[in-house]
């Protein structure tokens, strides 16, 4: 039998900050947005925040009615990479097959490592104890069979413990939790499961596979296996390497047309392509992710026939898919992202443009880049980005700034 263990930082954001400003320990503390305006939200909170109710994806002005004396602090992206990155070395130092999951998760394969440094739990520890002593932060460690139940063990007990669930604990302590606990189920397919009278994980593990697919379809396969505990996934080691390439926005206020809209997908397209061409990469996958005003999330991604790293085909390709999926409903976050990315090759193949159209474009693209380099990237502006001045809202993040920030693809981590 494998021994899997997953590691999550507590309150990694919060965490850095007050192991970095010791000030902070024991207040309340949340990294965020901006205070003084009420706008954006928080990231992570403290679990001293926490107990005022405080979560991750609060609006600002929502925490600050909780706890007026909230700490709020704004972001430091390069503090976390580093902090992650020496977890992350710490982790290699018991075993090489360790996969990042995110900014702070990560699995280890420790199958074989007894001899060194003892059992599951021994091993998870002393993960611990060193992430303490070394960084001053806490991690809790799941210790299991299998990648989804280390995952969800590390769930149970937080902050800074060791669990353990194994294959004959999943009845036990699994098959009770509610639906939602279950790694793979948000918010719409919970209400789905509870439209057909499944409340619990152990609801879904008994009821019968040709029903679950019959009326989910293939993520249905997948969850009901999760369910009983079967995940055969292997850990597998890789590095931070570029998977994808975005940016979103939070709005100051909700977005209520199309054309605001497009306006904001338009300034995110923007960013995304300018990085796309620092990299020298070209994409064939368009991603969006549409939040709505009560939270709920949604993201499409559809992929191209070709590959791309122009605004113009980003824009277009983006609109497509909030044109197809947008109910009408207010937005507080937008959200554009390319994946399937490849180094810019010699040769271009047939876009959606035509070739005098697409080499219009390239020089407006290049252009539009050599001046804001110069100059900042205020400098210059697009014509349709003047009406509702969305362009004001969008920060063009570095790669150190992009891993922790993307919040609509947590890692590439696979289950």
Request: proline letters at 3%; charged letters at 30%; one cysteine or more.
């Amino acid at each position: 039998m494998r021994t899997i263990l997953h590691v999550d930082l507590n309150a990694f954001y919060a965490s850095v900050e007050q192991a970095k400003n010791p000030e902070l320990k024991g207040k309340p503390t949340a990294v965020g947005g901006d205070k003084d305006k009420r706008n954006g939200i928080i990231l992570t909170a403290s679990y001293e925040a926490r107990k005022y109710g405080i979560k991750t994806g609060m609006t600002i002005g929502e925490a600050l009615n909780l706890c007026p004396f909230l700490i709020l602090v704004r972001p430091k992206f390069r503090n976390y990479v580093e902090y992650s990155d020496r977890v992350m070395d710490i982790l290699k130092s018991f075993t090489p097959d360790v996969e990042i999951f995110s900014i702070d998760e990560a699995w280890l394969d420790v199958t074989g490592c007894e001899r060194l440094f003892g059992d599951g739990v021994t091993i998870a520890n002393k993960i611990r104890e060193r992430i303490k002593k070394e960084l001053d932060i806490t991690a809790s460690v799941g210790v299991s069979y299998c990648k989804l139940m280390a995952k969800m063990a590390s769930d149970l007990r937080k902050p800074d413990a060791t669990n353990v669930v194994m294959q004959d604990d999943v009845k036990r302590i699994i098959w009770p939790l509610p639906i939602q606990d279950l790694f793979g189920v948000g918010r719409r397919l919970k209400k789905r499961f509870n439209d057909i009278g499944i409340f619990t994980i152990g609801d879904l593990a008994n009821t019968p596979l040709i029903l679950v697919e019959n009326k989910f379809g293939k993520i249905g396969r997948y969850l009901w296996h999760f369910a009983n505990g079967i995940d055969n996934s292997k850990v597998t080691a890789h590095g931070r390497g570029v998977k994808g390439i975005g940016n979103s926005i939070t709005t100051s206020r909700n977005v209520l047309t199309f054309d605001e809209a497009s306006e904001v997908l338009m300034a995110l397209s923007e960013s995304v392509g300018k990085r796309l061409r620092e990299h020298e990469f070209e994409a064939s996958v368009v991603e969006i992710v549409i939040r709505y005003s009560d939270f709920s999330t949604i993201v499409r991604q559809r992929k191209l026939k070709f590959y791309t790293d122009l605004t113009k085909e980003i824009h277009k390709e983006a609109l497509k898919l909030f044109e197809e999926h947008w109910n009408g409903s207010p937005l507080r976050l937008l959200g554009v992202r390319v994946t399937g990315l490849r180094p810019v090759e010699g040769f271009r193949q047939i876009s959606i443009f035509d070739d005098k159209l697409r080499a219009k474009y390239e020089k407006i693209d290049k252009c539009v880049d050599t001046i804001r380099e110069k100059f900042g990237y205020s400098s210059v502006v697009r014509g349709s980005l003047l009406i509702n001045q969305s362009h004001k809202n969008i920060k063009i993040v570095s790669d150190e700034e992009w891993v922790p920030m993307n919040p609509f693809n947590k890692g590439g981590g696979q289950i």
